[in-house]
Each structure stands twice: as structure tokens, then as C-alpha cells.
């Protein structure tokens, strides 16, 4: 938010920080919460809404996005601002550098010391700026409310915006929250205040990363996992915050997608995300645990079960009754094939009714309160293990994690179709642990061990999530079966068969794949060691 009016023309940086909650919202809620703001003791309105055109700057190759920064100047009247924002990443809250100044106009001149600045934090080394050009504008009618309560203050902007990026435009609507004085439970204190107003979400995207999404065509999409952002430098507290931030960031834009209507890779995705998260909890355990943590991995659990019929019934009907000639020629393959997709849409409308939910959206905002401050950062008993570097604890864990599965997975072959889940969930909690942890260790040859490390856990993990699928296509289908006997439609039982017959077929061959990527993957050496 603009906070350099009396500032002079090019008078340099104003090195500060920025504290912010932002949301997600209708517009109909922005009307209906400022509306009680109108109302609110401590809150008044600031003036008329105003118009603010922002156009943000970058090189041909999206330098200054790569490093988690932003450059962009601000007109608001006849008032130009530039501001340089660096992020170190967050959801919900966001906790920024920022450098403002007035500017002399919409076209960018960066002072030496801008220069100097920007050339630090992209590692160029001659101390030179890259060349920037417009990438994209951000158009806002923004209406702002200041809030005072004794020593805490407060600015709320609601947002009626749009991004222009290339041909395309993209509206879209934002409440933020930003912390002038006081302490940050205070500002927690006011979003929920405004929960109990409209339906608002807690925000993943900042301003400038809708508009470099909007511009790569991705706004909207769904999105996977990407790498992860644990670096060998951090403590333990911060590779938690990263990893957990990072999830909640790629739940939230798949969450998005599936506000719109059903979407079964934002499905996925989203469940991939809510694993992810849940793992986070489990793997850095006792030194995050506080009187909250249960609660809220309880929430996640809750969540990724509210989708799992849902992506359940995507998976089967892509694979089972999903050729267009099959069902053409079999009537009972056909009339599976349309008992199953009711069977989804309804579904999706279980799962729609828990995402709208005020359970699913305060869950969310749980998360990042206790993320900013839950008891966990500030207790006495884990402050060692918190500040401890990432590689030790991270070389502990795996360690761990690898014989819980090569102990759970003896005899692979042999074993019940309960107990290879079982199997399958060690490998999944190894995986993910794998996965979090794989910029960790860099020396030596541990790149090439965590390649192949991490590859032979990835064909050990389909082999026993196709068996686990055949499994639970197995009591689909009995069930299925069983209906259409009730109803008298024999070819519809029939076809229901057909599909446990052909799962059962490739349940051996998977097995013995399983028996040989465990074998290996016990002999492939630690790439942590």
C-alpha cells in the first residue's frame, strides 16, 4: 500500500517493511463488509473510492519474478510511486521488504542506489541493473478504511481490480489488511471480525504473482507441486515454515480452480497439497507440536477426505469406463459408465458444500495464524531442536523413515492387501520426506543419489498405489455388482465384474514389480549419508 505521499520526486528508496493479510472475495462481500465498516466502531472511511493504475516492470525473461521481487510504479491521481517489493514467500500473510518513492512520472529511472539495490539481490556481480520493460497493469478501484483500537492500527483496502496481461483481462476482487502499529494478534483479531461479515478466503498470490500468472496463462489452472523451497542454510523452524507454506499455497490455487466447478486434476492436486501439508506436520513432528497442532491436522485430514470420493471415482471412471468405442458397443459398460458419473457429480457437490463451508475457509486462516504465531515458535523445550540446521535433523528423519519401510515391507509378496497399504503409506511418508528435502544436501555425489534414491521410491510408490487402486476398484465394483443385480440389469453386473476380473489379472504382475523396486530401493545408497 502506498505510504510515500509527502515524499520528495526521486529522493531514493524508502527502505521499510510491509505486514499484510490479504483475501479473496465476491464482489457482493467487499460491498456487504464495507458496508459494516461504515457501522464499526474504530473504523472510518478514508474519502471517496480511488483509482490506482499499476504497471510492473521486469526483464524479457522474468529476472526480478525468478528472485521474489517485484518493481512497479503506482498512479493514484496526478501521484506517481515506485516501489520495490522483495518476498520471502507466504500465504495469507505477507511479510515484505519494500522501498518507495515518489516518482516524476509512469516512466522507469532508476536512482544509482536502485541500481546498487536490485544488482544485490540478482547477484550481479558488476553492480549493473537488468533492462526492464512493462510485463503487465493492475487496474483497482480501491476503497480504504482506517481502523484505530487504542495502540493497534490498522488500514482496510478493498480491491475491485483487474490484471491486463498481453490481449487478456482478468478481474478479480482482494481485501487487504495491513498492520500500521500494534501487534500482529490484533490484525488476526480484525480478519476475523470480518469472516463473520462475508465469505472471504485467505489470498495465496500477491498482486504481481497474479499478474506473472495471468501473463504465463496459468491464472486459474491446476497447479503441482513445484521444488521445494528448504535450502540448506535454513534452521528447522524455517524449513517448516517454508515447506508448510509452500503447501498451502499450491492447496489454496487448486482450491480455487475447484470453486469454479469440478476439475479432476485440481482434485488431485489439491489432495497432493493436503498430503503434503499433513506430512510436513509428521515429519518435523515434536519440535512444531503445540496444543493446536492436533486440531489443525485433524482439519487437514477432514479436508483431503471431503475430496476423496471425488478423486476416487475420477480415477476409476478414467480408467475403467472411459473408452468412448467400448462404451458404444456394450451396453453394460455404458450404463456403469452413467451410474458412475452420477455417482461423481454427486460428489462433487459433497465436496463443493465442505470447500464453501466456514469450517474449510477458517480452517485455512487457523493455519496461518498459527504458522505466524502459535505457541510452537515461542516454547522453551523445542527452541533448541528449532534452531538446529536443516541437515542434521533432515539426515534423522530419513533415516528413520527408510526402516520403518524397508521394515514394514519384508516379504512384500506375502503380504495382506491391509498391510502392502501400509507399505504404501511408509513409502508415501518417505517420499514426501524425500521430496522436502532435496536441496539439502548438494555435496559430493549426493545430487546423483538423491536422483536415483528418489526415482526408485517414485516406481515403488505407482506399483503400490495401482495395487491399492485395484483394491478399491475391487469394492467398487462389488458394490456395483451387487446394485445392479438388486435392479435387475445383468449386463451392467456383468461389466462391474469384468473390471474386478481384469484388476486381479495385473494385481500379480504389479506385485512383482513392487518385490523388485523394494529390493532395490533397500540397496541404493542413502543420499543423505
Not at 85 to 103: A, H, M, P, T, Y
Not at 126 to 146: E, I, M, N
Not at 183 to 188: R, S
Not at 274 to 298: N, Y
Request: net charge neutral; charged share 30%.
Amino acid at each position: 500500500m502506498d505510504a510515500v505521499a509527502d515524499t520528495q520526486p526521486d529522493a531514493g528508496p524508502l527502505d521499510g517493511r510491509e505486514r499484510e493479510l490479504k483475501f479473496e472475495a465476491a464482489a457482493t462481500a467487499l460491498n456487504r463488509i464495507g458496508g459494516a465498516l461504515r457501522k464499526t466502531d474504530g473504523a472510518a472511511k478514508r474519502g471517496v473510492a480511488t483509482r490506482l493504475t499499476s504497471v510492473y516492470f521486469d526483464t524479457a525473461d522474468q529476472l526480478l519474478s525468478r528472485h521474489g521481487v517485484s518493481l512497479r510504479i503506482r498512479r493514484k491521481g496526478r501521484i506517481y510511486v515506485q516501489t520495490i517489493k522483495r518476498s520471502s514467500g507466504g500465504v495469507g500473510l505477507f511479510d515484505r521488504s519494500e522501498w518507495e518513492r515518489r516518482s516524476r512520472g509512469p516512466e522507469l529511472a532508476l536512482t544509482v542506489e536502485e541500481q546498487t539495490l536490485l544488482a544485490s539481490i540478482l547477484g550481479r556481480e558488476d553492480g549493473s541493473a537488468p533492462l526492464l520493460q512493462p510485463v503487465f497493469t493492475v487496474a483497482a478501484k480501491r476503497t480504504v478504511y482506517d481502523v484505530r483500537r487504542g495502540e493497534f492500527a490498522a488500514e482496510i483496502a478493498l480491491d475491485e481490480a483487474s490484471i491486463e496481461a498481453g490481449e487478456a483481462s482478468h478481474p478479480f476482487c482482494e481485501l487487504e489488511l495491513e498492520l500500521l502499529s500494534g501487534g500482529a494478534e490484533e490484525l488476526f483479531a480484525l480478519a476475523r471480525e470480518l469472516f463473520g461479515l462475508a465469505p472471504i478466503r485467505v489470498s495465496a498470490l500477491a498482486k504481481s504473482e497474479r499478474g506473472y500468472s495471468a501473463l504465463a496463462g496459468q491464472l486459474g489452472a491446476p497447479v503441482k507441486a513445484g521444488t521445494s523451497p528448504i535450502t540448506p542454510d535454513m534452521t528447522v523452524e524455517e524449513a517448516f515454515l517454508a515447506a508448510v507454506g509452500d503447501c498451502l499455497r499450491q492447496y489454496r490455487l487448486n482450491e480455487n480452480v475447484l470453486l469454479a466447478g469440478p476439475d479432476p486434476k485440481a482434485t488431485h492436486q489439491a489432495r497432493v497439497a493436503l498430503r503434503r501439508m499433513r506430512s510436513a506436520f509428521s515429519v518435523f513432528g515434536a519440535a512444531i507440536a503445540d496444543e493446536r497442532s492436533v486440531a489443525l491436522r485433524d482439519g487437514l485430514k477432514w479436508l483431503a477426505g471431503a475430496l476423496g470420493d471425488a478423486r476416487d471415482l475420477d480415477v476409476f471412471i478414467e480408467r475403467h469406463v472411459s473408452d468412448a468405442e467400448a462404451l458404444a458397443a456394450d451396453a453394460g459398460q455404458a450404463a456403469l459408465a452413467a451410474r458412475l458419473t452420477k455417482d461423481r457429480d454427486a460428489a462433487y457437490v459433497a465436496a463443493a458444500k465442505a470447500l464453501q463451508s466456514p469450517r474449510s475457509r477458517e480452517l485455512m486462516l487457523d493455519l496461518v495464524e498459527w504458522l505466524a504465531l502459535g505457541a510452537w515458535r515461542s516454547a522453551p523445550e523445542t527452541a533448541e531442536q528449532r534452531a538446529a540446521p536443516i541437515a542434521t535433523f533432515a539426515a534423522d528423519v530419513l533415516t528413520k523413515r527408510r526402516k520403518k519401510v524397508k521394515k514394514s515391507g519384508k516379504e512384500l509378496e506375502s503380504l495382506s492387501p491391509y498391510d502392502r497399504h501400509q507399505v504404501r503409506i511408509e513409502a508415501k511418508k518417505l517420499r514426501y520426506a524425500t521430496d522436502f528435502f532435496e536441496h539439502v544436501f548438494v555435496e559430493g555425489g549426493a545430487k546423483k543419489r538423491y536422483s536415483a534414491f528418489s526415482t526408485g521410491l517414485a516406481e515403488l510408490q505407482e506399483d503400490l498405489g495401482l495395487l491399492n487402486d485395484i483394491a478399491t476398484a475391487r469394492d467398487l465394483t462389488r458394490r456395483l455388482a451387487h446394485a445392479a443385480v438388486k435392479a435387475g440389469d445383468a449386463d451392467q453386473a456383468f461389466a462391474a465384474g469384468v473390471i474386478a476380473g481384469e484388476g486381479q489379472a495385473r494385481a500379480a504382475k504389479l506385485l512383482s514389480a513392487a518385490a523388485k523396486n523394494f529390493s532395490a530401493l533397500m540397496k541404493a545408497d542413502p543420499f543423505w549419508a
